[in-house]
């Protein structure tokens, strides 16, 4: 392999739950609705919304 092999870093919850895979500069976080997995979304630092509240 050119350079050798990329990192991977995985990270879990107090529960044991896998919470993020960062791979490749790219992090992938998983949350959970309960015990069942309910998304799977990769974040982009660069593109960070914000959640509106309301008042």
């Known amino acids: 392999m ?4 990329a990192a991977t870093t995985l990270a879990y919850d ?3 739950r896998l919470d993020s895979v960062t791979a ?3 992090t992938t976080s ?3 609705a309960g ?7 990769n974040l982009f630092p ?3 919304d ?3 509240i309301d008042r």
Do not use: N, S
Request: overall charge negative.
């Open 14 to 16: 107090p529960w044991g």
């Open 30 to 32: 998983f949350r959970y």
């Open 46 to 48: 660069e593109y960070v």
């Open 35 to 41: 015990a069942q997995l309910g998304g799977e979304f």
């Open 24 to 26: 490749g500069g790219a």
């Open 2 to 5: 050119a350079g050798g092999p």
């Open 50 to 52: 914000t959640i509106p």
